[in-house]
């Protein structure tokens, strides 16, 4: 509920993140054939994510000043605090992937084989991007609170979310796999439940600091 009121206090940088989203797509869809191979399409509609994710999800933290910091110290537990940030963030990135993936399929008028396995591969990858990069920005937060740090971190730590879901989105938009489909499947749960536990674990320290 505070990321909420915070996001509804500065209406204009959301709407900023939701220009930027169109126009990533836009220029990707400028650049590139009408009918890109589905190997393809998953790699940009992934790169265009992994990239939005990074600017909705790294100033989770950084724009905290330090005297509300000081405050919600007093309040609230440091696991409820971090669990909270990153259950809003990964609701905030999960609608800027549908968004980010619709428009994708609505221009490239693409068909997916598998729309409730897709479905599934984004709320699996939105969450696991939202999640790693708020630690992160905590993790930046503590050491400098330099946004260009958390830039740096995130992208090879989300190097195996990346992977796995241009492999899942391939698979869901064409030759669909089952057996497949629950390997990635099983990749990203893994995944995003190592990167939940680290929170959970490690961020008292940094709260503590």
Known sequence: MHELKLEYRNKSAL????????????????????????????????????????????????????????????????TSFILGKIFYTSLLVGVIAMLVNGIFILLFDSNIEAPIWYAVALLLGGAGFAATITFISAIAMSASGNFTLVSVLSFPVLLPFLVTQVKFSKLCIAGFDSVLALKYAGILILLNLLVWALAYLLFPYLWRD
């Open 15 to 78: 709407g900023g993140l939701f220009i930027y989203a169109f126009s990533t797509v836009f220029v990707t869809y400028l650049s590139v054939s009408r009918s890109p191979p589905s190997d393809l399409l998953s790699t940009f509609i992934w790169i265009a994510v992994l990239f939005i994710s990074i600017n909705a999800a790294g100033k989770g933290f950084l724009q905290e000043q330090k005297e509300r910091m000081l405050y919600y110290y007093s309040l609230v537990k440091p």
